[in-house]
């Protein structure tokens, strides 16, 4: 459904106009992959590794679920949104299933630092800094998967909204893609600080140090991560070679993080369609009526990323319309900070955005970083192969045996097509899997997994295959020399009469003619089995099959 354009008259005031946000909020979300802390076991238990450590500023959190008296109706709501296999992911409910019988069963495991509480933000050069409070920053770790997520949300009040777009556009870089004239970082902010309670500063980026991230890159062969986000990490750390510390983790996708935003206006109306989509596609600022791309990349915006439940209604609604656009990068929630259906911190979309519409968003992504991270994977796995190395060749079949078991249980803990029966929730899951292209990806890394699941099952069949062939032949020729030996015990020749000393050495005879007939055999088991080949085939003449047995008892290499 399209936008209803304005009256007429006042259009030209109303689009000459920023239109205030009276609130914003934005979200980031950053997946991560992390390194093994244990060689050789499935299942890392990172969290267990960051319990340990002693002087860190994250602690584990549970649920309201908890704690009774915690428990609200934003809780319920946002815990009866999802289906019983999602509660039982999301929350460790037993919904639907046998409950867990072992406290190492839980899927998700949350931990939260609370000494961060605003951060100063400059955008760019020469602007006034803006302070937007932290409301939480979290750490999601996954079991069987070797995935971290960090969480980082913001929000202040009665900013413009090119200032709005500004700091969305630029909060969530994990590190500058290049440097302007003034040695900023590009589309980075000018200035990052994150603030204690007391307003002391904790960390600060340092986009602007270009000579750093340079030498980084070109030693470790990896981009270097921003000095306000890794502060924010710690103790976890940058991967590199060299690096030593138990928790170590590496980039999976584009440097900008996904991130989810919230905007209340007096009137969502006002809004022109060249905003919409900046705010949808997350682009700089721009003029209200000013398309980011061409009109043909943008024939199908409203139908492909808009879910327009709550647009574009009638009568006494009309005012209060609020829109969800979806893109893969982001979810933006926009409407009415006047209308309790949609400002509601309790029960209304504000709530939901902080919780129902979060995971959604964390749920995809984390699936989309977890399909990468078993592709990668698979593929260092190849890069490690060595044909012909019998040590490499087993290191190989170990690790594609292990990755079909994660990948096995991945698929039975965390891939599921629904989440919900609630309509909008329904929809916007939808929106991300066709945009995140999880289904694709989910085929793809399926068909690697395959795909090295019949190269070991063929090369188990052709092992097999050869020691049958090597024991069919042995015991074919090892025939002969069990009947020469069951002559001993018969009285064709009767040696029981004679002295030991004979005995001893007719049998020492017998076993070595055995014993030299039976390494005979294995050492020219492919051989004979092409003599007995040719035997069994009538279409070989004789002379065929005597010059089969001349090749077989021919020393030297086998002829081609």
Not at 242 to 261: I, K, N, V
Not at 301 to 321: L, P
Not at 494 to 499: I, K, M
Request: glycine share 6%.
């Amino acid at each position: 459904m399209g936008l209803r354009r304005p009256h007429a008259r006042g259009h030209a005031c109303l689009m000459s106009q920023d239109p205030t946000v009276r609130h914003f909020r934005q979200i980031v979300l950053w997946p991560l992959q992390l390194m093994p802390v244990r060689p050789g076991q499935q299942v890392q238990r990172h969290w267990e590794v960051l319990d340990s450590v002693g002087s860190t500023e994250w602690r584990r959190v549970g649920d309201a679920f908890g704690d009774n008296s915690g428990f609200r109706e934003r809780h319920y709501r946002e815990f009866v949104t999802f289906l019983p296999y999602v509660q039982r992911l999301l929350y460790g409910a037993p919904a639907g299933q046998e409950a867990a019988r072992s406290r190492g069963s839980q899927s998700l495991y949350i931990y939260r630092r609370d000494d961060v509480r605003r951060v100063r933000l400059v955008c760019q050069h020469g602007e006034a800094p803006h302070e937007l409070e932290v409301d939480r920053i979290e750490l999601y770790f996954f079991l069987d998967a070797d995935i971290a997520v960090l969480l980082c949300e913001l929000h202040t009040d009665d900013i413009p909204l090119r200032t709005a777009q500004d700091i969305l556009f630029r909060f969530g870089r994990a590190y500058p893609g290049f440097w302007d004239a003034r040695g900023d970082g590009g589309n980075c902010p000018h200035q990052v600080d994150w603030l204690g309670a007391d307003g002391q500063v904790l960390a600060s980026a340092d986009f602007d140090a270009s000579s750093q991230y340079l030498e980084f890159a070109a030693r470790h062969r990896t981009p270097r991560i921003a000095a306000h986000w890794e502060f924010l990490l710690q103790p976890l750390a940058q991967e590199y070679t060299g690096q030593t510390a138990a928790l170590r983790y590496r980039q999976l996708e584009y440097y900008r993080m996904p991130l989810l935003c919230y905007f209340g206006f007096d009137d969502p109306r006002q809004l022109t369609r060249a905003q919409f989509v900046r705010l949808g596609m997350v682009t700089n600022p721009g003029d209200p009526d000013d398309l980011p791309y061409s009109a043909v990349t943008l024939r199908d915006f409203e139908s492909t990323y808009c879910n327009d439940t709550f647009w574009g209604r009638s009568g006494q609604h009309a005012r209060t319309d609020s829109r969800i656009i979806v893109t893969d990068a982001a979810i933006a929630l926009i409407g009415c900070h006047l209308d309790p259906f949609f400002a509601g911190a309790e029960t209304g979309m504000l709530a939901q955005f902080r919780s129902q519409y979060r995971l959604l968003f964390l749920i995809a992504h984390f699936r989309k970083a977890a399909l990468l991270s078993m592709s990668d994977e698979l593929a260092v796995a190849m890069d490690r192969l060595t044909v012909g190395d019998a040590d490499s060749v087993r290191d190989f079949k170990r690790t594609i045996r292990q990755m079909m078991e994660v990948f096995l249980r991945f698929t039975h803990r965390y891939w599921f097509h629904e989440v919900s029966n609630q309509w909008v929730a329904r929809d916007v899951f939808e929106r991300l899997r066709r945009q995140l292209n999880l289904d694709e990806l989910f085929k793809e890394v399926r068909d690697e997994v395959m795909d090295m699941n019949s190269y070991l099952d063929s090369d188990a069949a052709r092992r097999q295959a050869n020691t049958v062939l090597r024991l069919t032949v042995v015991t074919v020729f090892g025939l002969v020399g069990t009947v020469a030996t069951g002559l001993l015990g018969m009285n064709l020749l009767d040696e029981a009469t004679q002295p030991l000393a004979r005995r001893v050495g007719l049998f020492a005879l017998t076993l070595v003619l055995v014993l030299a007939l039976t390494t005979f055999s294995v050492a020219r088991s492919k051989r004979l089995a092409d003599f007995l080949d040719a035997m069994s085939d009538e279409r070989v003449p004789w002379r065929g099959k005597w010059v089969s047995l001349r090749d077989a008892l021919r020393p030297g290499p086998r002829r081609r």
